[in-house]
């Protein structure tokens, strides 16, 4: 059965699979309730909490410098894609649009249907983080988060948002979903920050 989903990772590949977990075959979907049905038309990202106020259209997003990313996804549930290709806006650029209060050191980010996760501002504005659009070359597929997801990938990817459409900047910690529900409030696949000590 196991044969069937994951594949032994070779051994140059090995050193870049986190402990416990396996490669998958495919890029599995993992998603909590349904895809919700976003189209750009009506796209709306919002900024809220302690920075200035401020709305992002589709159009705003797509006039900031575009970029490309590979980079290795970790799902908490033990399976691992390496060199993931995605195209979107690195944060540290989108983030130049953003006016930040000084007392702001986390950010809740907010999607379509209601999904939330949290993080430290600084695992938020590290330079390898991106909102994606293209998957692979293609539009993102609706399953995997588009028209635009976050991608956080020094983390597992339940902080990486799909369908993303807001960011709460807070000066103190709050948990989000997953979070609220038995996961790390940091989640490093590395030193396998899989669940909170809160319920151990
Ligand atoms: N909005 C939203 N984002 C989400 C999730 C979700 O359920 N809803 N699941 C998270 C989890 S647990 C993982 S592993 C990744 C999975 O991304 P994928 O479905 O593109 O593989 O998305 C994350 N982002
Ligand atoms: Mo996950």
């Known amino acids: 059965m196991l044969g069937k989903f994951f594949q032994k990772p070779d051994p140059d590949l090995q050193d870049r699979v986190p402990p416990g977990q396996h490669l998958a075959k495919g890029f599995p979907v993992l998603t909590y309730g349904q895809t919700p049905d976003v189209t750009t038309n009506d796209w709306q990202f919002k900024i809220w909490g302690l920075a200035t106020p401020k709305t992002f259209t589709w159009d705003d997003i797509m006039a900031m410098p575009q970029s490309e990313f590979t980079a290795d996804f970790h799902c908490v549930t033990t399976w691992s894609k390496l060199d993931v290709q995605w195209t979107g806006v690195k944060v540290v650029d989108f983030m130049q649009q953003v006016d930040l209060a000084p007392d702001a050191a986390y950010v809740m980010e907010h999607c379509y249907g209601g999904y939330t ?58 948990l989000g979903f997953w979070e609220r529900n038995g996961y790390h409030r940091r989640g490093e696949p590395w030193s396998e920050e899989r669940y909170s000590d809160r319920f151990s």
Do not use: C, M
């Open 117 to 174: 996760t949290n993080l430290a501002l600084a695992d938020f504005l590290k330079e390898e983080n991106f909102f994606a659009h293209t998957l692979f070359g293609e539009p993102l597929p609706p399953e995997h988060g588009g028209p635009l997801r976050l991608v956080v990938p020094h983390l597992y990817a339940w902080k990486s948002a799909k369908w993303i459409n807001g960011l709460e900047f807070l000066s103190q910690e709050d």
